[in-house]
């Protein structure tokens, strides 16, 4: 399985997701993290994940009898390189949006679910913008954005840090017009 099937899964994408951030994790911390993914599921997913790469084993230690796996998201393989994306087909955008949003859809059901949810002290925000952007335009926005993640993909966890889920969308609500 190639890295595109691999992450056009909505169970897979929201297991690279709790495995972003550096930190190391076990599929029971999965499990705990991920409560409505069946375990059965979640294993096979990590599986999956491992065989392929995306995640590495960093420790191994026995509890009661039964060998138990720290793994560590590769982030480096973990993502759909220009070339991947290019070579998509529209059903493959159809089916890789679908998957993004169920992962997106989860992950917000869960967060509500917790205890102590609470989305204004939490600063959650899912608003949509229309932009009327040229090319040029669009280009120098995307390549902010890209700048002012990239200076925070590696932060690592400290206490009075918690994990954030960012999920940019974007893409023309209109066809451009037509020159003559």
Same mark, same amino acid.
């Given at each position: 399985?190639?890295?595109?099937?691999?992450?056009?899964?909505? =169970?897979?994408?929201?297991? =690279?997701?709790?495995? +972003?951030?550096g930190r190391t994790r076990t599929t029971s911390d999965l499990c705990a993290s991920l409560p409505d993914v069946p375990k059965t599921t979640l294993y096979r997913h990590v599986g999956?994940?491992?065989?392929?790469?995306?995640?590495?084993? =960093?420790d191994e230690q026995r509890v009661h009898g039964a060998v138990e796996?720290?793994?560590?998201?590769?982030?480096?393989?973990?993502?759909i390189d220009a070339d991947a994306a290019a070579s998509m087909s529209l059903e493959d955008h159809r089916h890789g949006f679908t998957a993004a949003m169920a992962a997106?859809?989860?992950?917000?059901?869960?967060?509500?679910?917790?205890?102590?949810?609470?989305?204004?002290?939490? +600063?959650?925000?899912?608003? !949509?913008?229309?932009?009327?952007?040229? !090319?040029?335009?669009? =280009?120098?926005?995307?390549n902010e954005l890209r700048s002012v993640i990239a200076s925070r993909l590696d932060n690592q966890p400290t206490p009075g840090r918690s994990l954030h889920l960012l999920s940019p969308i974007l893409f023309p609500i209109e066809e451009r017009p037509q020159l003559d």
């Open positions: 399985m190639d890295t595109l099937d691999l992450l056009l899964h909505p =169970v897979r994408v929201r297991i =690279v997701h709790a495995m +972003s951030g999956l994940l491992a065989e392929a790469g995306l995640l590495e084993v =960093v796996r720290r793994y560590r998201l590769r982030r480096e393989n973990a993502t997106l859809h989860a992950e917000f059901n869960t967060y509500l679910d917790r205890e102590n949810a609470d989305p204004t002290a939490d +600063s959650v925000g899912y608003r !949509q913008i229309p932009l009327w952007l040229g !090319q040029d335009e669009l =280009v120098e926005l995307i």
